[in-house]
């Protein structure tokens, strides 16, 4: 494992090791050879002149004694996580349930969509009336209808008026389409919603 540098404050100490961003490449031998790190900012590993060296990737982790790079979740990985988990949490509480045995493969479109969506800066409808996303897998379609839900004052209270709640809902209905077909799934209308699969 050559050139590696330490740099100073861009280490974090986990358990005693160094932790942080680092930059590999793959090796002859099918390993991984890291090229420079510990970095303590991903932003900070992309500019590194090491991140021009043909393919070069980006990894978060710790250094063991033996000089082994060990992936480990970064600190941006379980922020994210933690977000898409409360966006999960949104779905009506009872959305897995329909879900037969044979039906793993739509509870993890409907968890690859929320992150798609989430991803875009979109967030679940929480029926609390602000809004969001309403998304509801739906088996027999063999997908997940997807659809928008503006603010109350617009959707029930209609305080600019009946064209402006269908315009604004037609609008947000196609941008979400949008968003999702260019995530590379399936996306057909159906209602005023749209029924997301998995395309191919």
Known sequence: MSGVSARSGGEVLAGGRRQGWWLVVDAEDGAE??????FAERAEAGWAPA???PGAAL????????GVLARRPSPEDGAWLAHLGRQLDLLPADWDTVLSDEDDALGTLVVEVTAALCEAGLAL????????????PE???GG?????RQHDRVS????????ADALGQLVMNRTLAGVLAARGF?????GGAHLVRRSG
């Open 33 to 38: 050879e890291v090229v420079a790190g510990p």
């Open 51 to 53: 991140a021009l060296e």
């Open 59 to 66: 990894v978060h982790g710790f250094r063991r004694a033996d």
């Open 125 to 136: 409808d929480d029926a609390s009336g602000t809004g969001g996303v309403c998304l509801l």
């Open 139 to 141: 088996p027999g379609l």
């Open 144 to 148: 997940a209808v997807v659809s928008w």
């Open 156 to 163: 029930l209270d209609q305080v600019h008026g009946a064209d």
């Open 186 to 190: 399936a996306v057909d209308p159906v």
